[in-house]
């Protein structure tokens, strides 16, 4: 439920701003803090599924050719998975904080990129480095959300 409602938000800032500034992606940004705190690592497929999803659901939106975003966010989980997995529980400490905000960074690269890189032109870079610097705050916020939570958790 949380994911439908920060696509929503998403969504809905994307409107308010009219195309006028490059929204971050806190859809993803909450799908891979959801990841980080999954306790079974067999069960990953729900976030592959909600990473397609959500998407599918933007490229149809805003893009008008499903794929661009669809494939970048599954990759995400899939590195999100693959990094986060070789970690074993007991290691993920508050002390992991450099690589939670690599991949919560991650989910803000690769994205936007994608577009970008099949596509190309000045202006795509223009608008993928505004984005950037755009989702900082929202890294920042997501980050400080981790570590409420692994100080309350006591790790």
């Not at 661009?68 to 508050?94: A, D, E, H, K």
């Amino acid at each position: 439920m949380l994911l439908i409602i920060l696509w929503l938000i998403q969504d809905l800032l994307t409107v308010f701003v009219g195309g006028g500034m490059q929204i971050p992606g806190v859809f993803m940004l909450g799908l891979v803090y959801k990841l980080l705190f999954n306790e079974g690592s067999d069960d990953n497929l729900w976030a592959i599924w909600s990473a397609f999803a959500g998407g599918i659901l933007w490229d149809l939106r805003w893009i008008g050719v499903p794929g661009f975003f669809t494939l970048s966010n599954v990759i995400v989980v899939m590195i999100v998975i693959q990094v986060w997995g070789t970690i074993p529980p007991q290691g993920r400490t508050s002390g992991t904080g450099l690589l939670v905000f690599v991949l919560m960074e991650i989910s803000q690269l690769i994205p936007p990129m994608l577009p970008v890189l099949i596509l190309g032109g000045n202006t795509g870079w223009t608008f993928f480095l505004i984005q950037q610097a755009y989702s900082l705050p929202a890294i920042s916020v997501t980050m400080y959300l981790y570590l409420q939570r692994m100080k309350k958790t006591k790790v």
